[in-house]
């Protein structure tokens, strides 16, 4: 039961929090700050979910093949290389370091 417990409880934290956003003045969602961090946040969350997901294993700093996965998709970025082939290098060089037993 406190499972039920938890998921109702979140269903109702999520609904306040988009109402309260609902709630605030247009005045102050004008303001030019607010507008910077409403459009730096998503892509702040994003950035350390998946550093989170890549790089941490609970409390412990893990450098695996996703690692090198990420690494490999950075260099390809800094070449300006098309997006789609971004992710390609990123898979290729860790489906590699993953087949070598890394």
């Known amino acids: 039961m406190n499972t039920w417990i938890a998921i109702g409880a979140t269903a109702v934290g999520c609904y306040l ?3 309260l956003g609902l709630l ?3 005045g102050l969602l004008e303001l030019p ?3 910077r961090l409403a459009t730096l946040l998503p892509v702040a969350l994003l950035a ?3 550093a ?3 790089f941490g294993d609970g409390s412990h700093l893990l450098l ?3 690692a090198a996965g990420v690494a490999a998709a950075a260099v390809a970025l800094v070449l300006r290389a098309p997006f789609l082939l971004v992710i390609a290098v990123a898979v290729a060089v860790t489906a590699g370091v993953r ?3 890394g």
């Open 17 to 19: 929090a988009k109402y």
């Open 24 to 26: 605030a003045p247009s």
């Open 33 to 35: 700050l607010v507008k």
């Open 48 to 50: 350390a979910l998946t």
């Open 52 to 54: 989170q997901q890549t």
């Open 64 to 66: 695996d093949a996703k």
């Open 99 to 101: 087949a070598l037993g």
